[in-house]
């Protein structure tokens, strides 16, 4: 049986940046999985979304991944409506691949340090393998996480990554305040949000000639 590693990166993408994206290519390479595959939620448990709908959040996370032919979307969270359950999508995906099939969920350690408290966290941990992506220096340890879990923790594979403190929250502020938004996200999420106003944004780039030297 040939088997394939399907990387599942999960998030609300509220929008996608930087910091995602690089930790799906560094798991991609570190386990060499064959495709990507981001998920796009439509209700993230516990996590208000504002500023962007579902529809513009699954745009900007497609338009993000497009250069990387190993990268997908999926919106089949968002076509699921209600919350976004990983159970369910995993149980789903499961089901659909079948057996030959073998699932990593990507995420960052603020995530994977919340996950005893998700929605039946042992079944996820049954149904894949869960990267939990953590600075080189360390200081984000993700062992008391594997404890906790006994047998299953070891389903949970460390993945270190550069360090990016981008979050969506900060890009959302930088929108609404009109401050750049320039390196941190793909020119082509930053020029869709600029034409559908997505966060409030009124940004337009304006600059004086610069005088010859
Ligand atoms: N800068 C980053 N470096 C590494 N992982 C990240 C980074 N930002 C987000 N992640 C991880 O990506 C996944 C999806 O995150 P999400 O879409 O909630 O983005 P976020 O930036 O954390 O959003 P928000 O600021 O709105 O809470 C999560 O597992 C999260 O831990
Ligand atoms: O299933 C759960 O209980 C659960 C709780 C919190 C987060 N998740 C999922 O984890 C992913 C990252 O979530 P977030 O909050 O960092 O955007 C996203 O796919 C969420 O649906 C899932």
Known sequence: MEITRLGIMGGTFNPIHLGHLMIAEEARQTFHLDRVLFIPSYI??????????????????????????????SDLEIRRKGRSYTVDTLRFLKEFYGPSYILYFISGTDTIQDLPQWYKPEEILSLCQFVGATRPDGTQSIGQVVEHFGELGKHILKLTVPTMQISSTELRHRIRSGLSVRYMMPKVVIEYIEKHGVYQCTAKNSRQPLKNI
């Open 44 to 73: 993230t448990p516990n996590k208000n979304i504002d500023g962007a709908t579902a529809e513009q959040r699954l745009a900007m996370t497609r338009l993000a991944t497009a250069d990387n032919p190993y990268f997908a979307v």
